[in-house]
């Protein structure tokens, strides 16, 4: 498959979660609704799945080289943190937010299509590219999933309805998030000292990259002292803005313009 099949497997997803969604109604009293409700929810992540495994066929290369890509990624695994949650947890509301962020993500796609380009540039053509790019993405998974619960709690808690459940939820995404930030920055490093011959150069993508894992050190600093947990949900929360300067934003400074991490598309 290539970008021409993409809005129609975009859409596909979004229907299939909407569907799923709207079957949790009636699934309350059911258990036939309540299974397939399930099956749409993962049948439309099975579909980002399936398409994004065949894109990664046509391009003949890992498809992480543009935002676009990158953007593909979050959104087929982001919902399966919400589904993953749920299990673990037994919290149900989780997934619905996660839904809805793929669903953002994929209708950017669709504004913003990327043009389909088999080339990788020779410092991408390593066996660290797919490691590190993946690391960090699975970790922003986690933190975006760590940063919506975070903002849940913090309405809850304002509605007198506070969750200690969610707290730990939130915390232990956020820990997970972190340490996958962690090997991202090793990775990188080992990389660049294979591409460059310099384990780190304060390139802005890297600066942004080293905030953010001083951003959520300082999360856990906190909890390490003892900080009330529905304090931190406002933390958690505030936190993610930082990577998704990280993420995108970095590549609209003036200083990031010739930055060889900046994505194209």
């Excluded at 929810?41 to 990664?56: D, E, H, I, N, R």
């Excluded at 209708?107 to 590219?129: C, R, T």
């Excluded at 962690?182 to 390139?203: C, S």
């Amino acid at each position: 498959m290539t970008l021409v099949e993409f809005p129609a497997m975009a859409l596909a997803a979004v229907v299939c979660w909407a569907a799923g969604s709207l079957l949790q109604i009636p699934a309350k009293n059911s258990r036939i609704f309540g299974s397939l409700s399930w099956l749409f929810m993962l049948g439309g992540t099975l579909v980002l799945a399936w398409f994004l495994a065949s894109y990664w066929i046509a391009l003949e290369r890992p498809p992480l080289r543009t935002l676009g890509e990158t953007r593909l990624w979050y959104a087929t695994l982001i919902p399966v943190v919400g589904f993953l949650v749920e299990y673990r947890y037994k919290i149900g509301w989780l997934k619905y937010y996660c839904m809805g962020l793929a669903t953002v993500f994929l209708g950017i796609n669709y504004l913003h299509p990327d043009v389909f380009e088999k080339a990788l540039m020779p410092a991408l053509q390593s066996p660290w590219f797919v490691p590190h790019v993946v690391v960090y993405l699975v970790g922003y998974v986690l933190l975006a999933a760590s940063a919506v619960s975070g903002w849940h709690n913090v309405i809850q808690n304002f509605r007198g309805k506070r969750s200690e459940k969610g707290e730990s939820m939130s915390h232990y995404l956020a820990l997970l998030g972190f340490v996958l930030l962690t090997f991202g920055l090793i990775f990188g490093a080992l990389w660049a000292k294979e591409a460059w011959g310099h384990y780190w150069t304060w390139d802005p993508k890297e600066t942004w990259a080293f905030i953010s894992w001083l951003a959520y050190l300082g999360y856990l600093h906190l909890v390490a002292r003892k900080t009330d947990p529905r304090k931190l949900q406002w933390y958690l929360g505030l936190s993610f803005f930082v990577l998704l300067v990280c993420w995108f934003g970095v590549n609209y400074l003036p200083s990031a313009q010739n930055s060889v991490h900046t994505y194209s598309g």
